[in-house]
């Protein structure tokens, strides 16, 4: 997980060190989605440019499909 969070440009170190600033639990990182995952809270934290969004109002639900800017999928008309 380490080489991944660094290749992502996440320092490692963080991942042993940040967690979630609403239930204070452990992290778990998305390299997919460049996001750290509270799964207690229901949140993903995003990172920018290695930097860690540790807001909650800047965090995306998980109950939510995905980033505002990604347009849903449309369905083939029958």
């Given at each position: 997980?380490?080489?991944?969070?660094?290749?992502?440009?996440?320092?490692?170190?963080?991942?042993?060190?940040?967690?979630?600033?609403?239930?204070?639990?452990?992290?778990?990182?998305?390299?997919?989605?460049?996001?750290?995952?509270?799964?207690?809270?229901?949140l993903a934290y995003p990172v920018r440019d290695g930097i860690p969004?540790?807001?909650?109002?800047?965090?995306?639900?998980?109950?939510?499909?995905?980033?505002?800017?990604?347009?849903?999928?449309?369905?083939?008309?029958?």
């Open positions: 997980m380490s080489e991944r969070a660094e290749a992502a440009g996440l320092d490692p170190r963080l991942l042993e060190i940040l967690v979630c600033p609403l239930t204070k639990k452990p992290l778990r990182w998305d390299p997919e989605r460049q996001e750290l995952i509270s799964e207690e809270a229901g969004i540790m807001l909650p109002e800047e965090a995306r639900r998980l109950d939510e499909a995905g980033p505002a800017t990604t347009p849903p999928e449309e369905e083939p008309e029958a």
